[in-house]
């Protein structure tokens, strides 16, 4: 008999993770809550947050959870015993959505109280720490452009990540390197040559059919601006 109920037990727990597990893998809004879960984890434990505030905050993403959970089950129960539009079923999934969203906005306001006051002297940091270095201003550039190009071609859904599609990512880096020179020096020889390694850059990606001349500009004009209003406001 007790071992039965301690099948009955674990067969439970079973049935419970497989129902996560499978949520997580087949609804995206699962995924990005799990995701999120995880990023404000990790962040509390960098940040070092206080013991109260990382009770009040698993409090809350395990409402999330909960409820993203709870909707899943009646979109799929809804979905098995009305296939067909129906008012009341379209009511039954309003709800279920609503129920996520209130839980969600919790979550969102208790990250912002918890978090706002330590993001914002990390960040108040890590800027005085570009100010300090003009190298690792353009190291953070050069990545962010980087991660800005690739989810700009992942937009247009053409070519790869790192070849083709639009905007060119070799051109992107040389508009920010050129503009970067022409914070950096006075020297006008410098400034024509540097702009002279942009064109040839930009030359060589459409001479090897890797990039049209208008996703080579566009590259370049994306480097160079965002180069430019980022060291503009950091006033280097």
């Known amino acids: 008999m007790k071992k039965g109920t301690k099948q009955d037990i674990t ?26 879960t995880i990023l404000v984890l990790m962040i509390s434990i960098f940040l070092g947050v206080s013991r109260m505030e990382l009770i009040v905050l698993s409090i809350s993403m395990s409402l999330v959870l909960a409820a993203e959970l709870l909707n899943t089950a009646i979109e799929s129960f809804v979905d098995l015993v009305s296939p067909d539009y129906n008012l009341l079923a379209k009511r039954a999934k309003d709800v279920g959505a609503g129920a996520v969203f209130i839980a969600a906005t919790n979550a969102l306001i208790v990250g912002y109280l918890v978090f ?16 300090e270095s003009y190298a690792n201003v353009i ?15 992942s937009f247009f859904k053409k070519g790869t990540p790192l070849r083709g599609g639009i905007p060119s990512g070799h051109s992107a880096l040389g508009g920010a390197l050129f503009v970067g ?18 064109i040839l850059v930009l030359q060589s990606r459409v001479e090897g059919k890797i990039h049209t001349v ?15 209003l980022f060291l503009s406001v950091l006033k280097i």
């Open 181 to 198: 020179i022409f914070f950096l020096t006075d020297d006008v020889r410098i400034f024509y040559l540097s702009l002279f390694l942009l």
């Open 139 to 153: 190291v953070f550039l050069l990545i962010f452009l980087v991660i800005l190009v690739i989810s700009i071609k």
């Open 116 to 131: 706002h006051k330590r993001i914002a002297g990390e960040f108040a940091s890590f800027f005085d720490l570009l100010k």
């Open 214 to 228: 208008l996703e080579t500009i566009i590259g370049a004009v994306l480097g160079m601006g965002v180069t430019y």
């Open 11 to 36: 067969q439970s727990f079973n049935v419970a993770i497989e129902g996560i597990i499978e949520t997580i893998r087949t609804e995206r809004n699962m995924k990005f809550h799990a995701f999120c």
